[in-house]
């Protein structure tokens, strides 16, 4: 049998690229009347393999009676609008795991809100986890805001992140109050500063403590 090749998107190359199929499977359902077809469902089920990076994907192209034999496409796991950043595991220090960690539980579950399509949890996710940085580093001041203040006096965020914030709280009550949908550019530039954010708290703060000079040895 001749190999089967398809262009897939890859979320781990961030892009479609060509994937090999190792399996198909196709489904057909259908109801009939009488002799009459009434309803009809075609799935086709694609096992692939990017031909880059060897990622697997499920990849689903599907049809209906009404569809006029277009077909739409559906795949597993979705498409990533946003990986996780590579440092979130350090987040409370190198040796500690997901598990030991709240925020970084918290944070992850971010990322698998935005994954699987539900931007306004993960807006609410993404307040929620600020709070819990904010209260861990500089104590509970009363109000989210009071707490923001406390963080640019005491010099962990900058005035401009300070704004970023701000704007990104407000995002976060809307998701909650006014049923407010955050675009994916709104989502993109949310989880660009958030992200900013807690890497100037935590994982600088790792790495600036990493840095030892060893004092020089007199001959
Ligand atoms: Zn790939």
Known sequence: MPEEIKRIYCNNCSRETKHLIL???KKIEFEEEGKQVVYFEEDNYYLS?????ESITLYIESTFSGMNDEYFSNQYPPKTIRKEPKWLHRIDGDAISFKQSDKAEVFR?????????????????VRALLEMVMVEVIGDQGTFKKNLSKLKDEGYISKYQFQAIDKVIEAGHASMHRSYKASSSEINSIMDITENVIESIYINKINVNKINPTPRSKK
């Not at 393999?49 to 990076?53: H, I, K």
């Not at 579950?109 to 996710?125: C, H, S, V």
Request: glycine share 8%; charged share 20%; proline share 4%.
């Open 23 to 25: 399996s198909h499977k």
């Open 49 to 53: 393999e990017c031909m880059g990076c």
């Open 109 to 125: 579950e971010i990322y698998i809100a935005l994954k699987n399509n539900m931007p306004r949890l993960a807006i609410m996710g």
